[in-house]
């Protein structure tokens, strides 16, 4: 993290698809943390036509918030159009979705790289003209098949998996003052670690005195 920008943050795009029936599934994980920051910014958000969804813009700092309203694989043309009018470099965007690759409740920030097949990030790296851009994603784990993936971002989770979902983006929440005042090496830290798993009570002794095999 020591060699990639430490530049704060003039954009934040939180990933989704528009409209009530896609409000609960797991491709709108973007939305859920984008709508968290912005209350607790205590912004309020506009339909803006020109920048393709709805913005919001927090006065104390200058960060503006979108949640495109573009659909995910158009999403691209909603972050470049408010990324040109402001005058907004690539490094100084940062981007949250939803991730295939990671467990549920995992978070992962990062800059640049792979855009791991999401047409969300593939779309905003066309209209950016780069990849060199944050993002950080929110895992929502795999169903275990290819051919089941484009059903399984468009469901909610599973009813386990929420309370993970939520404590993540409340993790991330929690460090976002490391991440506005571009301290993302402290904030990578925080938000780039395996959750601890239940541990599994031990079963009581058998009759015996020695535990069931």
Avoid at 7 to 28: D, F, I, K, W
Avoid at 32 to 56: I, K, M, T
Avoid at 116 to 122: I, M, S
Avoid at 161 to 174: K, V
């Amino acid at each position: 993290m020591a060699t990639t920008p430490s530049r704060a943050p003039r954009l934040l795009v939180g990933l989704g698809n528009p409209g009530s029936e896609y409000t609960e599934t797991r491709h709108n994980a973007g939305f859920w943390f984008c709508d968290g920051l912005g209350r607790e910014l205590g912004v309020h958000f506009a339909f803006e036509s020109r920048f393709h969804g709805f913005v919001a813009r927090a006065q104390d700092t200058g960060l503006w918030l979108s949640m495109p309203q573009t659909y995910m694989n158009r999403s691209g043309q909603a972050i470049g159009a408010l990324a040109r009018f402001y005058r907004i470099l690539p490094d100084e965007i940062l981007i949250v979705h939803d991730e295939l690759d990671l467990p549920p409740g995992q978070l992962r920030l990062k800059f640049g790289g792979s855009l791991g097949g999401h047409n969300g990030l593939k779309d905003a790296c066309a209209h950016l003209g780069s990849q060199d851009f944050w993002r950080l994603r929110i895992g929502i784990g795999h169903p275990g098949d290819r051919a089941e993936v484009v059903n399984y971002v468009l469901k909610p989770p599973r009813r386990e998996e929420r309370p993970l979902l939520d404590e993540a983006i409340g993790r991330a929440l929690a460090n976002w003052p490391a991440i506005a005042c571009g301290d993302w090496e402290k904030a990578a830290r925080h938000l780039n670690i395996r959750p601890k798993e239940p541990k599994t009570p031990k079963a009581p002794p058998g009759p015996t005195g020695k535990e069931p095999s």
